[in-house]
Nanobody
């Protein structure tokens, strides 16, 4: 089974930085997409940043200019560099990856890693 394992979460002060990593293991397909979602208590899960196999990126408006997503295809690892963190960034962050098929897709999720930003 493919597994996505996140690391790099933790507690930081507002204005600080963290870098999240998500490494895929197992029988790894060639993912079309890898990205990061977050879900705070009582809120919907939202896409934070994503990157395609060709390097196209997209970001939530709330993190543009502060977060940067990158991908190492050889390692099947995706990173999220988070700078200028704000308390509202506090959430559980989940790694996501999928590969599109003809009429469907296969998709995987990490277990989540907690990011807490103090005032």
């Amino acid at each position: 089974q493919v597994q996505l394992v996140e690391s790099g979460g933790g507690l930081v002060q507002a204005g600080g930085s963290l870098r999240l990593s998500c490494a895929a293991s197992g029988s790894i397909p060639s993912f079309n997409f890898m990205g990061w979602y977050r879900q705070a208590p009582g809120k919907q899960r939202e896409l934070v940043a994503g990157i395609t196999s060709t390097g196209t990126t997209n970001y939530a408006d709330s993190v543009k200019g502060r977060f940067t997503i990158s991908r190492d295809n050889a390692k099947n690892t995706v990173y999220l560099q988070m700078n200028s963190l704000k308390p509202e960034d506090t959430s559980v962050y989940y790694c996501n990856a999928w590969k599109g098929l003809t009429f469907t897709k296969v998709e995987y999720w990490g277990q989540g890693t907690q990011v807490t930003v103090s005032s």
